[in-house]
């Protein structure tokens, strides 16, 4: 098993920054990604931006050029999140992909609450 939590989100006005964190704790051995999904009231949970042990990044192209997702060791990362707009508001959970001896488990946070707004 692996724990996720997360911290910053919160309010924040159009135009502004926000940083979220997301601390793993348990297996953190087995983790080979993490990254975070956004779900808007009404919309479909979106991949917001991945990374890998390697440092590879997959960013979504919504946010690309104002977001940037990396890690602060092995078992946190942090989405620094720029000029924000009113299409960001969402609740934002953070992953942590994990292989086992035959499968990969997605583990998930409890997610924080992203609301932009003038």
Request: proline fraction near 1%; include cysteine; charged fraction near 15%.
């Amino acid at each position: 098993q692996v724990q996720l939590v997360e911290s910053g989100g919160g309010w924040v006005q159009t135009g502004g920054s926000l940083r979220l964190s997301c601390a793993a704790s348990g297996r953190i051995f087995s983790i080979f990604a993490l990254g975070w999904y956004r779900q808007a009231p009404g919309k479909q949970r979106e991949l917001v931006a991945g990374i890998t042990g390697g440092g590879i990044t997959n960013i979504a192209a919504a946010v690309k050029g104002r977001f940037t997702i990396s890690r602060d060791n092995a078992t946190a990362v942090v989405l620094q999140m720029n000029n924000l707009n009113s299409e960001d508001t969402a609740v934002y959970s953070c992953y942590a992909d994990t292989q086992g001896r035959l499968s990969v488990t997605r583990f998930w946070g409890q997610g924080t609450q992203v609301t932009v707004s003038s």
